[in-house]
């Protein structure tokens, strides 16, 4: 396995909208376990593969804090969307930021695992809102660019002074 770099916002990549995955292959699996190994190593709780560069619907998601909890999805599709739940969000892409977020506060997602087999996942709670996180990376979406166009300019600010401190 390997650990993957993560693309930072603003990164125009991360606005790259993702294609269907049409075969499921060792290729594939080797992706996806990459994209585990990433996730768990900087920390977090998901990470799309549009984050990682590869322009393929792929998500991967574990919000237990034993790592005991992986869920992977492929060609995720939401079916059902119900209520509205705020919640603070965070993304491995915009580092240090952390925003509220509007999103549906249950979905129901329908997607295929890593052996190809269609699953329908009922999804409420930090669950709900990180498949919807995650799958806006797919559409090209950073959550940042759900925020106010104010809130966005000062994020892009700090991410810029944050670099020239850095270099
Ligand atoms: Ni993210």
């Not at 693309?7 to 269907?20: I, S």
Request: hydrophobic content about 40%; aromatic content about 4%.
């Amino acid at each position: 396995m390997a650990i993957l770099e993560i693309l930072q916002y603003p990164d125009p990549r991360l606005n790259k909208p993702a294609e269907r995955v049409e075969k499921i292959d060792a290729g594939t699996r080797k992706l996806i376990d990459d994209m585990v190994e990433t996730m768990y190593a900087a920390p977090g709780v998901g990470l799309a593969a549009t984050q990682v560069d590869v322009h393929k619907q792929i998500i991967v998601i574990d919000i237990s804090e034993d790592h005991g909890d992986l869920r992977v999805f492929i060609n995720p599709e939401v079916t059902r969307r119900e209520g509205v739940a705020v919640n603070q969000e965070g993304c491995l892409s915009v580092p240090g930021i952390y925003d509220n977020v509007e999103r549906a506060e249950m979905v129901t997602v329908t997607a295929l695992d890593r052996n190809g087999s269609r699953f329908t996942l009922n999804a409420s709670g930090i669950l709900a809102t990180c498949i919807q996180h995650e799958m806006d990376h797919l559409e090209g979406k950073v959550f940042v660019e759900r925020l106010s166009e104010l809130k966005q300019n000062r994020v892009r600010a700090k991410l810029k002074k944050r670099q020239r401190k850095a270099a």
